[in-house]
């Protein structure tokens, strides 16, 4: 928080002597009452107070356990037949299992992402955090149950098969702390400007950079209501994934940006009980309707 609030400084600086902001004091510009007392966010504060409470209690030690049953069986498995490479430079450096652990999260996390956005039965849950209007540091946390459950799963199933395998290669069982402890490069990651991908502050990395690491102006455009923006930047943290599956987009210069949904009505999204409730009672509909297309196409091509 306190470095994403440094980097506003630098922005709001910039954007000062470029004359692109005029008459407006840095506590205006980072937390304008337009944004912050914004029904959407008021919602958002409601709606984590909930929220992350029952995430810490229930969720952390269930993802920790999950991940730690699946190494600890990988490893066994795996470690009779692995070959041992634990001299070679790949496996004797004390930065490769975070390295491994890093990218795989990083992927991890991307692949929940690009699923929720094309299966629309996880679309409905997806689209909470989708719903907000405006922009928050509080807003990363605007995540439905369901959809913290599968990125939960995928995350830790990636993280053990990684670690599992860096182990048996290795020839080194690593203790609970070095697969589930703070993760150095992670780390260094929020301590820039992490928070400023859910606010107001455009702040890209160059055409260069946005290439490589997703910055927290292409995040904002993942939000976007836009046409061309829907489906791109799927990434956490590293861009190289989207690349991947063409569904990278840099922005050449600052963009005007208006985050939401570009269809439906935003009361269905303006209280914590319909955050909760509405995505299942969509969900619902969304199996019985693909149910419904199922049973149309047997039927004509028995017919
Ligand atoms: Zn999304
Ligand atoms: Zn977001």
Redesign the pocket.
Known sequence: MLSSLLIAGLVYQYDCRTGRLRNSSFVKYVFPRSVYLHPSAVTDYKFVAVDLSIKLLVYVPLFSGISWLLYKSLYSALRPIGVDLSSSVLFSSAFMPGLVGFILADFGFFLSHYLMHKIPVLWVFHEV??S?EV?TPI??H?VHPVEELLNGLIGSSISAVGAATYSALSAKDLVFFEIFGVNAISFIFFAFAFQL??SHIWLSYGSVLNRILISPAQ?QI??SQDPQHWDKNFGFTLAVWDACFRSLYVPRAQEAIRFGLPYGDPSDFSSVSKLYVLPFKKSLKVLRRTREQQSTVKNATSA
């Open positions: 955090h989708h907000a922009l807003t990363v605007r991908r859910h995040h993942h939000h």
